[in-house]
């Protein structure tokens, strides 16, 4: 059972910038790597997604302010984020799967991740 822990979250002003990390307890295979957010009684959304060719895919509300990525030295995902605005206030979580719908570049859909971290709240104030 692959587990997955999030860090970095926390109270952030808007216009400033964060860096969350994921570690992986097993990271070998996990081909499909996310991050997704979550608002108080809305629905889990993808932010930002990475396959193990390192493709990526953002979702228009962080395209050109988010950077995805792999630390394979330290069997993490990295998520950077700048230009921080009110709405991006939300529980973000780190999802990983070994399957193989995001080879082609596709992002995937919440319910396609099997592991998930328990979360990092992250709110943004003005």
């Known amino acids: 059972q692959v587990q997955l822990m999030e860090s970095g979250g926390g109270s952030l002003q808007a216009g400033g910038s964060m860096r969350l990390s994921c570690r992986a307890s097993?990271?070998?295979?996990?081909?499909?790597m996310a991050w997704f957010r979550q608002v108080p009684g809305g629905e889990r959304e993808g932010v930002a997604f990475i396959n193990n060719n390192n493709n990526t895919q953002y979702e228009s509300f962080v395209k050109g302010r988010a950077i995805i990525s792999r630390d394979d030295a330290n069997n993490a995902l990295l998520l950077e984020m700048n230009n921080l605005q009110t709405q991006d206030t939300a529980v973000y979580y780190c999802a990983a799967d070994h399957g193989t719908f995001c080879s082609d570049g596709g992002t995937g859909m919440a319910f396609e991740y099997r592991y998930w971290g328990q979360g990092t709240t992250v709110t943004v104030s003005s």
């Open positions: 097993y990271y070998s295979y996990l081909n499909c």
